[in-house]
């Protein structure tokens, strides 16, 4: 099964908490034991595990990723944006996670985020839920 999440970034800089919308669709798809792919189709975000409990984490990691790959420097792509580039390699674009007993396999503090470099934009995100 395919499903893809469309979203709204509201910042340059946004991470969204997707784990829901992603335990949503492995509940519609009656997979109880599987694989779980997460796909951003956008070379300018990404997404990653990591905890959602704690705001504080998030916001941690938006300031550090900004201290490393600063927005302005002097990249050489045109268009402006080689800062969201660099910081989505750095994501990365694709996360694979077990499906046990209908939902995500994480631990207990870890959560799915979407990450926006460069919005606010539109955005897909695609699930694609493999039986196992």
């Known amino acids: 099964m395919l499903k893809t999440i469309n979203l709204r970034t509201k910042s340059h800089t946004d991470f969204i908490d997707i784990t829901g919308l992603i335990n949503q669709a492995i509940s519609e798809s009656k997979v109880d034991s599987g694989i779980c792919i997460v796909y951003v189709p956008h070379t300018t975000a990404g997404v990653f595990i990591n905890e959602n409990a704690d705001p504080d984490v998030v916001y941690d990691v938006k300031n550090h990723l900004e201290k490393l790959v600063p927005w302005m420097n002097n990249y050489k792509h045109m268009e402006g944006n080689a800062a969201a580039h660099i910081k989505s390699i750095l994501t990365g674009n694709s996360i694979n996670i077990i499906i046990e007993n209908g ?30």
Request: aromatic share 16%; hydrophobic share 45%.
């Open 103 to 132: 939902r995500l396999l994480l631990g207990t503090w870890q959560g799915v985020f979407f990450a926006e470099f460069d919005g606010p934009r539109n955005r897909k995100v695609y699930i694609k839920i493999l039986r196992g």
